[in-house]
């Protein structure tokens, strides 16, 4: 079965709202809409075309939300773009909302002082946080668009920031503002994300991603404004602090994401190839999973080809064991988004197909029966080569979740009566989620089954695989067997 094992997730912007389907056809397993950017309509048709595309192509395909968080981001440029050059002098002001129109998505709301007011003129470009002046002092390192420009604050004065280009750049309109983060403050949930979650709600998020979680307190502030079955949980990891608090906060999520843009800017870049691997491991450990994020084929918004380096980034977050692998401005604003989203799916295809088969992993040891026999499941999945599949049915997605970590050698088929759940999984390394009707009287499970299998073509000829189901009154999977799929 040409099942891709890594999950790749790609940015939905004006690039590829219209060709979704086409990423699908692809291999998008997960849509990330960004709250940072775009207006409600804009998002609204996003995730509709999204659903639709995914019903035609009779796919699970998640919807992620990524919420503003405490980003700072300029404003609109004069052409979309500036150059920046060294020594150049700039100030940054903030820019206070028309008083007849509503913020724009995305951006949080003006909080504390009135910001200064009307057009910045030459030399000077507008940030979204009011509060910025009072939170930095001369000296300071500010980043520009992950670190393209480099400028330091020169002097502070009646709410503005004159700064100094110290290495020049590109850098395009809306892009983040990089502060010292510990100069920061404010709620781990900012007036922006409080007014993004009920639009998030509504448009059935499959899942929320959190952005700059500094610890455990802040996943559990949005946990509290989400119902009791609502979306899952991605904590962002964007900070030095994110990473001190790391286990706290995997804990605390269903998932979490490495954003490297934001991270590399935060700690040393030299140190983020280490901690990538480093995270990974933990997440693993503790049953998570994972997104690798930002810069992963950055040529590719301009060029056709990803760069050899760009590939042997997305292998090795493939090899460190990451469920996905994420596009970012390639398929949102980029030039080339479908090139993009089938390199992505050739390098780990191509890397999962190379690399040693990977061990069953070794987690936490099984504490029940259920869980006993998943493990049992995914290490005769590796032993025994004549093992094409393992199909497990699934009500709640955690039987698959649980396959799902402990990587076996084949792909998992997660048959499920939830269309919600089946897109949660969408996540999930190596599984492939099906829906299939709920039963009626006297109809197999495995009819059921393999009818699903075999309308996905994923069962050619005769094969064997193991097969994980529940009795009736069992509150978790209590039965394994070896099953011939003809």
Known sequence: MDIPRTKLVCTIGPASVERVRELIDAGMSVARINFSHGTPDEHRAAVHAVRAAAHHARRSVAVMVDLPGPKVRLGDLPNGEIELAAGQRLELRAAAPPTDAPVPTGEPAPTGEPAPTGEPGPGAVTVNRSTLAEELQ????????????ELRVVEIAEGLIRTEVVRGGSVRSRSGVNVPVERLSGPALTPADEEALPRALELRADLIAQSFVR???DVRALRERLPADGPLVVAKIETRAGVDAFDEVAAASDGVMIARGDLGVDIAYEEVPLVQKDLLSRAASAGRFTIVATQMLESMTDSSRPTRAEASDVANAVLDGADGVMLSAETAIGRFPLEAARAMIAICRMTEEKAPPPAVRSTRRPHDGPSAI???????AHDYPAVSAVWCFTRSGRTAELLSVLRPRVA???????????????????VLPMVIPAGRTGEPLIERMRNAAQARQVVAGSSQVLLLTTSAQAGGVNRLELHEVE
């Open 138 to 149: 001369p000296g300071d390192r500010v980043l520009l668009a992950d670190g393209a420009a």
């Open 215 to 217: 610890s455990a307190a």
């Open 374 to 380: 998943v493990h049992g499941a995914a290490a005769m």
């Open 412 to 430: 998992v088929l997660a048959f499920t009566v939830s269309a919600i759940v089946a897109r949660r999984l969408a996540v999930r390394w190596g």
